[in-house]
C-alpha cells in the first residue's frame, strides 16, 4: 500500500492505492484526465461552464424582471443568508446573513424591492434595493416565531403593481394573502398538505400551488379566494414555471422523475416528460427546477439527484422530444435562463471538500441586527455547512455541444437499467446476480448505528487504511467491533449515503431520501426550528413506493423491526404495523445497549421455538450516539462500550442458533455524523458476518450504505429501490460458496459500561445544553467535539472534518453477461 498527498487549489488529494482481489485501484482525488470526480456515493461530476461559490445550500435562485439582478437564498445548516449578485459580470453584490430563511424569494415588477422568507421565524422581509445594496428591511409578520408559532414561508410571488404578496407555507399548510402597503393578512387559505411554490397566472385571477406533501398542483381564485381546481400530478411537485403566454403551467415532480404540463385554459395535464437518463419508474432523479429559453421552445429541467439538466424541445404542444442532458454540479436546485447563459444553483457545490481552516466564528451583527459577512469564510463549519453552494454559468449548447455533454452525463452515472435487472457480481457467488436467483442465506439481520467514523473506531487497525491517532474508540474499548474486522471481512472504503441521521435513516432504509427530507433537515439541524419527523412520523418524508418494509410486504418476505421507525409495537409506518417487536425501545440513551439486545434475543428465541424466524429482521443499537460529557449520562467510552458488548452478544447468540447455517449480518452507521476522519467524513464502519462470509479477509472497494442493501435485496429477492441502490456495487467481495459454521464468540468487555459523567468541565457544561431524546438533535460538530476531549484530554484539539472527493480507476473486467 502507498500513500501520498498531492494539493491543487482548494482541493486537497489523498490517494491511495489497493491491490485488491477485484484489481480496483482507489484513489480519493481529481482524475485530471477525464475531469471528473467521484462522489462518496459513488456519482461523478464534471460541471459543465464556470461557476462562482455561494452560500451552505441555496435552494432558490430568481432574477429580476430586468435581468440584472440574481438573488440567492442560501438555507443550509450553518450560516443562511440573502445573495445579491451581478450575473451578467458574475460578480457578488451584497449579502445579508439571516438568523432564519427559506426558500421564499421574489422581486417586485420595478426592482426596487426584494422579498425573503425568514423560514420559521415566520415572516416576510422586505428588503428595499438601492444602488445595488439591500437596504435594511421592513418585515411583515404571518404569526410569532417558532414554537410558538407554526407557518414557515415557502414560495413568494408578487402582483405587477406592487400591492400583493401571496405566500405558500410548509408548516400550517396554507396559502397567505399579503396587504404590502397595510402590511397585514387580508386572507388565509387552508390547504391539504405542506406546500412549496406558487406562480400567478397572466391575468393574476389564479394562483397556481404546488402540494409538496402529495401529488397536486391546486389553482387558486385570487378574487374569491377560493380552491377552484385540484390537477393532479406527479408526486412530490415543487417548482412551477408559466410560460411567456400563460398558456402552459410546467411542474416539477421530484419523486416521480418527471415534469407536468398543464393547459392552464382546462387545468388538465396534457403531457408527462420523464426526465430520467435511462426509462425506469426508480425515484433518483429528483426533478426539482425549471426554466425556459427565450423563445419557449427549449425546456431545461434541473434533476438533483443526477446532477444534470435534462434538455427538452417543447416546442409542439403535447409532443416533447428529449434533446440530451447537461453536467452541472452537485445536487442542482434550480435554473434559469439569461441572454445565451443557463444559471444553476448547484445545492451542495462542486466536489466534497477538506475543511482546511476548522470551526470559524460567526461573525458579529451589524447594527441592523442582520449578520453580514462573507458566507463562505466566516462561519460555525458543521458537516453540511462544508457543502459550499456554487452558481454555474453555462453557454447555451448548440446541437453539437449538446450531444458532447450529454455522453458525459452518461459517464458520470453509474446507473443503467442493465444494473436494474443484473447487479455486478460473479457466477457462484452467495450473492445472487438478478431477482429469482436463489441464495444458500434465508435471513437477514441488519443492525442500525449511530453516527460515527471508520477512523474513530478501526482507526488503530494496522491492516486497514486507518489513522491511528483518530481512533477514539480502539481495540480496548470496542474488541467485538475489532474480532468483526478481523475474523470475517475488514473493508476500510465504505461511505455512507447520508449526512446526518434524519437522512441518514431514509437512506439506510430506502436507498434514497426525498426531496422533503433533503431540504428541510439542515434547519431543524441549525436549530431553527420545523417538524422534524424522519422516522415515518410524517408522509410527507416518504419516498413514493415506501421502505424496505414496504417492498419486503409486496413481494411476501417476513420481516421485522426492533426499534427501527418505531417503539414497543408504535410506529408511524403503516408496513410496520404488527411487524414491531413489542419489548425493543427506540432511539433513547438512557436505555442501555444491553436491553435492546435482551428484547431481541427474547423475541428470536420466541420465533425460533415455532419456526417463524422472518426472513429479515432490522435492529437498533444505537449508544455508540454517546452523551457527551453531560453530567450524570454514560461516558462515552461506557456508551461505545455497552454498543460493543451488544453487538458481540448478538453475534454469539445468532450463531449458536439452528439458523445460522443460512444467515447473514450486515452492521453500519446510519451516518458518520462529522466526526474526524483522514479520509472523509463520510466514511465509516461496516461489518459482514456470517458462515458464507469470507474469514481473515481485507476488502478495499468502494461500497456504500446503498450497496449494502442491493445485496440485502439480492439476498431476499426484492427489486431495487431508487436508482442508488440499483447502480451500487453488492458486497459480493465479502462473500465466499464455502460455508464455515463456526459461531462466533462474543469478546468480553474491557471498560467499566456503568461509568457515569461527573467532572465538571466546560465540556460538561457544552453538554448541558445539548438535546439527546433524539438522534442528532444536538449539534453534531459540537458533540463530537465534546466525545474527542472526553477521551483525549479537556485540552485536546480535535481535527476539523474532512470532506473529499474521490476519483475509481478501474482495470477492465470482462461483465459475465458481456
Known sequence: MRNFFKKSGLVTVFALTFLASTALAQIPGKDKQKGQILLPNGWKLSPAGQSIPLGDLPLNMQLSPSGKLLAITNNGQSTQSIQLIDPQHQKLLDEHVLDKSWYGLAFSNDEKNLYVSTGNDNTILNFGIKNNKLGLPDTISLGAPWPKGKVSPAGIVVTKDNSRLYTVTKEDSSVYIIDLKKKSIINKIQLSTIAYSCVLSKDEKTLYVSLWGGDEVVALSTESASITNTIKTGCHPNELLLNNKGTLLYVANANDNSVSIINTTTNKVIETISTSLYPTTLTGSTTNGLALSANNKTLYIANADNNCLAVFDVSQTGNSKSQGFIPVGWYPTCVKVLGSKLLVSNGKGETSL???????????????????????????????????????????????????????????????????????????????????????????????????????????????NGDKS?????????????????????????????????????????????????????????????????EGGRPATYPRDGFIWDYCKRAGVSYRSYGEFGEYNRTGLKSLQGHMSPQSPGFDLDIKDQVRVDAWQHDFDSLLTINEVPQFSTIRICNDHTSGQKIGKYTPIAAVGDNDLAIGRFLAHLSNSPIWKESVVFILEDDAQNGPDHVDAHRSPVFVAGPYVKRNAVVHSMYSTSGVLRTIELILGLPPMSQYDAAALPLYECFTNKADLTPYQCKPVKVNLDQRNVAVNKSSKRSESFNFLKEDAAPDLDLNEVIWKSVKGEEAVMPAPKRSAFVILEKKKKDDDD
Not at 462561519?379 to 453552494?389: E, P, T, V, W
Open 354 to 464: 477538506p475543511n482546511p481552516k476548522g470551526p470559524q466564528p460567526i461573525s458579529k451583527a451589524d447594527n441592523s441586527g442582520y449578520q453580514t459577512g462573507s458566507t463562505a469564510n466566516d462561519q460555525l463549519q458543521y458537516i453540511a455547512g462544508l457543502f459550499k453552494g456554487t452558481l454555474s454559468f453555462i453557454e447555451i449548447p448548440n446541437f453539437d455541444q449538446l450531444k458532447v455533454y450529454t455522453k458525459q452525463v452518461y459517464a458520470n452515472t453509474p446507473f443503467t437499467t442493465k444494473r436494474t435487472l443484473i447487479a455486478d457480481g460473479e457466477t457462484g457467488n452467495p450473492i445472487p446476480r438478478k431477482q429469482g436467483e436463489k441464495s444458500p442465506i434465508k435471513h437477514v439481520f441488519y443492525i442500525i448505528k449511530e453516527n460515527r467514523t471508520y477512523d474513530q473506531v478501526l482507526g488503530d487497525v494496522s491492516a486497514g
Open 470 to 534: 483518530l481512533c477514539l474508540f480502539g481495540k480496548e474499548i470496542t474488541p467485538n467491533h475489532h474480532a468483526l474486522a478481523n475474523e470475517f471481512v475488514l473493508m476500510d472504503n465504505f461511505y455512507v449515503d447520508a449526512e446526518v441521521s434524519a437522512d441518514g435513516h431514509n437512506w439506510s432504509m430506502a436507498a434514497y431520501a426525498t426531496d422533503v427530507v433533503e431540504k428541510t433537515w439542515p434547519t431543524g439541524y441549525g436549530k431553527r426550528g420545523g417538524t422534524g419527523n424522519y
